[in-house]
């Protein structure tokens, strides 16, 4: 099974992702914070205007450097909820790598809605999380205690500390 990757630029070689720095974990969340109050807009990734949850992701990690910048292509808004291909979980292992909890700060939450892994959110400082969420927009939230999440399946990533 094809996931769509074939298209997606590598993430960047050599710089620091081995060992994930302090200094390149805070520019993500300092990143990240930049974005907070953009409301929530399917497929868009315009700061002040409109986010989502995988394009959240992008825009960071390709403005610190860490990745580059890409178009993931077109995906429809409820891609997760008819169908079970682990779209998003495929993308995001082609620049990260599963990790145990709890996670660090710049490291990924991704939680499961509908039936695969389709919500993205980046740590602050766990359970502190910035995420895009429908009908809240680019949030800071505590991630175990958000209804929306609280309950849900989650899986955390990093992009430091593999060779991928």
Do not use: S
């Given at each position: 099974m094809s996931l769509g990757l074939e298209s997606f630029p590598s993430p960047r070689?050599?710089?620091?992702?081995?060992r994930g720095g302090v200094e390149q974990r805070a520019?993500?969340?300092a990143e990240a914070r930049t974005w907070l109050?953009?409301?929530?807009?399917h497929r868009a990734r315009v700061k002040g205007a409109g986010i989502d949850c995988g394009m959240l992701l992008i825009a960071v990690f390709s403005k610190v450097g860490l990745i580059e910048d890409f178009d993931p292509?077109?995906?429809?808004?409820d891609f997760n909820m008819h169908r079970s291909d682990e779209k998003y979980l495929g993308w995001l292992r082609a620049y990260a790598h599963e990790?145990?909890?709890?996670?660090?700060?710049?490291?990924?939450?991704?939680?499961?809605?509908g039936r695969?892994?389709?919500?993205?959110?980046?740590?602050?400082?766990w359970p502190t999380i910035i995420?895009?969420?429908?009908?809240?927009g680019c949030v800071l939230a505590d991630a175990q205690r958000e209804s929306a999440l609280s309950d849900r399946p989650v899986v955390f990533f990093s992009i430091?500390?593999?060779s991928l």
């Open positions: 070689a050599g710089e620091g992702r081995e520019a993500i969340v109050g953009t409301k929530y807009h292509g077109y995906y429809p808004p990790i145990p909890g709890p996670p660090l700060p710049g490291d990924l939450a991704l939680y499961k809605f695969c892994f389709a919500h993205g959110a980046i740590v602050v400082e995420h895009a969420y429908v009908k809240q430091f500390g593999a």
